[in-house]
């Protein structure tokens, strides 16, 4: 079995920064997929930044390309994503995600994953 712990979230202002951070154990996450999902107030789950480790690829929800960077360090089974310039419509609770294939390309729907964390509440104020 595959646990994952998301830290990282709190409340900020627009313009501000935030890391979350994912830690996973039980398994090495090095022939993985892992992602970041994000769950707005009232709205259903959507895909926000994935790695294949294996491969090597990362992607992004378009709403957020140019400000969140996603990252990972394999010997620690940990995953990151930077947020910077977050906005209002940033504010979500985050969850890190992981399946065990071997992809080419990073899944965007969340019923293409397996574990989830618990999520972390990011909320930006205006």
């Known amino acids: 079995q595959v646990q994952l712990v998301e830290s990282g979230g709190g409340l900020v202002q627009a313009g501000d920064s935030l890391r979350l951070s994912c830690a996973a154990s039980?398994?090495?996450?090095?022939?993985?997929?892992m992602a970041w999902f994000r769950q707005p107030p009232g709205k259903d789950r959507e895909f926000v930044a994935g790695?294949?480790?294996?491969?090597?690829?990362?992607d992004y929800a378009d709403a957020v390309r140019a400000r969140f960077t996603i990252s990972g360090d394999n010997p620690k089974n940990m995953m990151y994503l930077q947020m910077n310039s977050l906005t209002p419509e940033d504010t979500a609770v985050y969850y890190c995600?992981?399946?065990?294939?071997?992809?080419?390309?990073?899944?965007?729907?969340?019923?293409?994953?397996?574990?989830w964390g618990q999520g972390t509440q990011v909320t930006v104020s205006a």
């Open positions: 790695i294949t480790w294996n491969a090597g690829r990362v």
């Open positions: 039980g398994r090495a996450v090095s022939i993985a997929t």
């Open positions: 995600t992981m399946r065990w294939k071997l992809d080419v390309t990073v899944p965007i729907h969340p019923n293409e994953y397996d574990y």
